[in-house]
Nanobody, 132 residues
Framework: QVQFLESGGGSVQAGGSLTLSCAAS????????MGWFRQAPGKEREGVAA????????RYHDSVKGRFTISQDKANYTAYLQMNSLKPEDTAMYYC?????????????????????????WGQGTQVTVSS
């Protein structure tokens, strides 16, 4: 059974930083591809960042490029999302995901809703709230 342990969410003022972590277990290759998604109230879930091929490849939503950094400790099946210069529009529930379609993750337009369908397993989410 695949399980996730997500942590690091919280409340912060605009311009602040948070680091999310996601420890996955229950599937041998679960850390081959991991990602973070978010969903704000009344909005669709969107991809934030993904890391794959042992951490050498990453993808980001345009809105977080230069502010967020995804990384992973593949040996410990853990992914991290370092979030800097946070903005109120970053407020959302953040979800960890794993086991993606490695043939498509490198080429798909990362801002489209379809990117979430590349991932098989999902965590329960951790809330991030950024106040102005």
């Amino acid at each position: 059974q695949v399980q996730f342990l997500e942590s690091g969410g919280g409340s912060v003022q605009a311009g602040g930083s948070l680091t999310l972590s996601c420890a996955a277990s229950g599937y041998p290759h679960i850390s081959d591809c991991m990602g973070w998604f978010r969903q704000a109230p009344g909005k669709e879930r969107e991809g934030v960042a993904a890391v794959y091929f042992g951490g050498t490849n990453t993808r980001y939503h345009d809105s977080v490029k230069g502010r967020f950094t995804i990384s992973q400790d593949k040996a410990n099946y853990t992914a991290y999302l370092q979030m800097n210069s946070l903005k109120p529009e970053d407020t959302a529930m953040y979800y960890c995901a794993a086991n993606c379609d490695l043939k498509r993750i490198g080429s798909i337009e990362f801002s489209v809703a379809e990117v979430q369908h590349l991932f098989s397993y999902w965590g329960q989410g951790t809330q991030v709230t950024v106040s102005s």
